[in-house]
């Protein structure tokens, strides 16, 4: 069995899924946008949603995840459900790709009720593949399903956006983060230090527990943040530099990092040290918290939002690390 492909899995999302199943199996919606942090489910309800549309089961059980199309879904060997992502060697989904993929839909189903179509990456597709989709999108085939996920609704042209129904993934609860964390084997009180260090994001919890060193690279990373205020042009270039050694992710988990390290800082400042995600860096928090304000503080994390905002401007992430080190370095300047 896949595990990505295990929809059984799939946690935290019960409003989403039941606003899916609402639109039943006879008229589904045909074209839709899952968006919302990487890691936080979109892929594997998108998977849901095409084992609940050819469950051979009756629609209140489906999916069942025990039927022959269900079985086929969670195996990864369903005809009718397709997939179009990124290319190796590649860093953007082109129209080639979105011709080909958008053929497959032409076809009716091979054996199950829909062809569904899942774009991985949307936010990668250029504008000529997106242009590409837009009468597919208007017009789809009646039994054809397409489900365009990304972390960044932002990318997607506006015509695009208005031919999808949006469906925006919010973060999950720590007690739901940690109840999965503990299915997966985690003692209890470590499933909820890594449920709260997973802000929410289901994927990430999972990540620090199945792979420690990246848990490890992490600490690295909350300490070289810890250390950065009051750097020299030096100081903060280096520390941009070692930032992206760490292999932590994309620059947008660097981003939602460094926010989460001065948040927690704001917060123990505040007098609310329960609020701290980083609880294993109180220490170097403590010592750190005398030196800055909550206003100094402030204006750190603004800096941080006009980081994220340039990044979907498509500034070098080198660059824009480096530029928001350095405003770090001088309190938010």
Not at 219 to 238: R, S
């Amino acid at each position: 069995m896949t595990e990505a492909h295990d929809f059984r899995k799939l946690v935290g999302q019960d409003s989403t899924q039941a606003a899916l199943r609402g639109a039943g199996r006879r008229e589904p919606f045909p074209s839709l946008v899952f968006s919302g942090p990487a890691g936080i489910g979109k892929r594997l309800t998108a998977v849901w949603y095409a084992a609940f549309l050819n469950c051979l089961d009756q629609e209140a059980a489906a999916p069942c995840g025990g039927c022959n199309s269900c079985r086929k879904i969670l195996g990864n060997g369903h005809p009718d459900l397709h997939f179009a992502t990124v290319p190796e060697n590649k860093t953007v989904i082109g129209v080639g790709e979105i011709r080909e993929a958008i053929h497959q839909l032409e076809y009716a189903p091979f054996e199950g009720n829909f062809r569904i179509l899942v774009v991985e990456n949307a936010e990668k597709l250029t504008d000529e593949a997106q242009n590409a989709l837009l009468k597919t999108l208007e017009e789809p085939p009646r039994t054809a399903i397409i489900v365009l996920v990304t972390p960044l609704f932002g990318a997607l042209i506006p015509t695009v956006v208005s031919r999808c129904r949006a469906v925006r993934f919010s973060p999950l609860s720590e007690e739901a983060i940690a109840g999965l964390l503990r299915d997966h084997g985690a003692e209890s009180s470590k499933a909820h230090e890594l449920a709260r260090l997973g802000r929410g994001i289901p994927g990430l919890a999972l990540s620090f527990l199945a792979t420690p060193e990246a848990l490890t690279r992490r600490d690295e990373a909350v300490e070289l943040f810890l250390d950065l205020p009051g750097q020299d042009l030096w100081g903060a270039t280096e520390t941009a530099a070692k930032l992206e050694k760490l292999k932590l992710g994309g620059v947008d988990v660097i981003l939602a990092l460094a926010y989460a390290v001065y948040r927690d800082l704001l917060m123990l400042g505040s007098g609310c040290p329960d609020l701290v995600t980083h609880e294993a860096h109180l220490v170097s928090m403590k010592a750190r918290i005398q030196e800055l304000s909550s206003v100094t503080l402030r204006k750190m994390l603004r800096s941080i939002d006009e980081a994220d905002q340039h990044r979907h401007a498509n500034v070098s992430p080198k660059i824009l690390l480096q530029r928001m080190c350095l405003a770090l370095a001088k309190g938010g300047v």
